[in-house]
């Protein structure tokens, strides 16, 4: 349910303010809205790559990198369950929106490959109701298929906070969002991992 920028407003304020000398993986990154966010709203000197499994969101983020600016110091096509990395090299880890889109048993694969790679934080983000979406810009990837509650990531480890805003009720105001008989919020979920 990545909502062009809409929903990353409450994952920035989960991100340190100074990111200097920090790798950071921007999973599920889409057309890079949340790697934006990062890139103008965070200080220091830092690496920020995407990961996604959809190949036409990479090519079109690259093609935004050509024509206005760099979000992404790289650009990653490949699947979020098997991530192609080392243990414990990213400082902090960010998968908004991706749980949603993968049955459960992946989800929690998802989790733990998370916390392999990452040294430092994870921070992960889901609608707090389940909505059908089917597939959006031509993606089947963007279906939901799964519905997560707070104790899954509490269970898991992870302090939690369940975020209204004006950004969701706008969401549902112009219709991007229908048929909830509660206002929508985002399930944002972290956890400090040891390092190395």
């Not at 079109?60 to 096509?77: K, P």
């Not at 369940?162 to 706008?170: A, Q």
Request: glycine content about 6%; aromatic content about 10%; overall charge neutral.
């Amino acid at each position: 349910m990545r909502i062009d920028g809409i929903m990353s407003e409450a994952i920035v304020e989960f991100i340190p303010s100074d990111l200097n000398k920090m790798l950071v993986l921007d999973i599920g990154c889409a057309k890079g809205h949340l790697g934006y966010q990062i890139r103008t709203k965070k200080s220091g000197t830092l690496a920020v790559l995407g990961l996604d499994l959809w190949a036409p969101y990479i090519k079109e983020v690259r093609s935004f990198h050509l024509a206005y600016a760099r979000i992404y110091d790289d650009l990653i096509l490949g699947d979020a369950r098997y991530m192609p990395f080392r243990d414990k090299v990213f400082n902090l880890l960010i998968a908004s929106e991706i749980l949603e889109h993968l049955p459960r048993e992946d989800g929690f694969r998802l989790l733990k490959e998370m916390e392999r790679i990452c040294k430092d934080r994870i921070i992960t983000s889901t609608p707090s109701k389940f909505f059908e979406q089917e597939e959006l810009n031509d993606n089947p990837h963007q279906r939901h298929v799964s519905h997560w509650k707070e104790e899954d990531f509490v269970k898991s480890g992870y302090e939690v906070k369940v975020v209204y805003g004006k950004s969701l009720n706008l969401v549902e105001k112009i219709g991007l969002i229908t048929r909830l008989s509660e206002p929508l919020g985002v399930i944002l979920a972290w956890k400090t991992v040891q390092g190395v």
